[in-house]
């Protein structure tokens, strides 16, 4: 767990230091979110300037706006995964809320689980996307759900990082406009790079090499 701790620092230290971009990044994945459908577009795009400024010499504003442009389509069908997985989600949860016995309990732990599952394995998703060497949103999701399986203590110390980010911002609503969104991106690609390099996948540290995995963790 504790390393899951570390890489989000790791992460954080990062966006510290390379603030001034993250900030006017974040702004615009406010705005290229608010269509709805095309948040998962934009969340991608904002993860992958984060990747490119944790991997390469430079990275700016301009890397996100293009990865938007070309990775729109994959977000949006990513956006429709998610309208359907947690739609039937709440639906089962609703329609199912007050009938008693075990099964139904059984059943609505289930769907809660699921439901977690989904979001947890999105946050390595697009990390693990642009570090792919013929990048493929299947292979992605297929890697980040072995990732969480292969690290849970880990994705545990992460998602604590990122609950803490969640409701610090959430009580002060200004920071989800100007510094949350780049935090988490910065928080997610250092895990998923953490990850590869404990794996021998990536070397470390070599900051300036981007990693390309074939579709396997």
Request: proline fraction near 4%; glycine fraction near 8%; charge should be neutral.
């Amino acid at each position: 767990m504790l390393a899951g701790v570390r890489a989000a620092g790791r992460g954080l230290r990062h966006f510290n230091h390379r603030g001034y971009i993250y900030i006017w990044a974040n702004v615009l994945w406010v705005v290229l979110s608010l269509p709805i459908i095309t948040a998962p577009a934009a969340w991608a795009a904002l993860v992958k300037m984060s990747f490119l400024a944790q991997t390469t010499p430079s990275a700016d504003v301009s890397d996100m706006w293009e990865a938007f442009r070309a990775y729109w389509r994959q977000g949006v069908l990513l956006g429709v995964a998610n309208i359907v997985v947690v739609g039937m989600t709440a639906y089962n949860l609703a329609f199912y809320a007050a009938d008693e016995g075990g099964g139904f309990t059984l059943l609505r732990g289930l769907w809660v689980v699921i439901l977690a599952a989904w979001l947890v394995v999105q946050l390595y998703l697009w990390p693990l996307f642009f570090a792919m060497k013929q990048p493929a949103l299947g292979g992605a999701m297929r890697n980040a759900a072995v990732m969480v399986l292969l690290n849970p203590g880990f994705t545990l110390g992460l998602w604590l990082v990122v609950a803490l980010l969640v409701a610090v911002s959430s009580a002060f609503f200004v920071p989800w406009l100007l510094l949350t969104g780049g935090a988490l991106a910065c928080v997610a690609t250092a895990a998923v790079l953490d990850r590869l390099e404990s794996a021998g996948i990536r070397e470390r540290p070599l900051p300036s090499v981007v990693v390309d995995i074939d579709g396997e963790v």
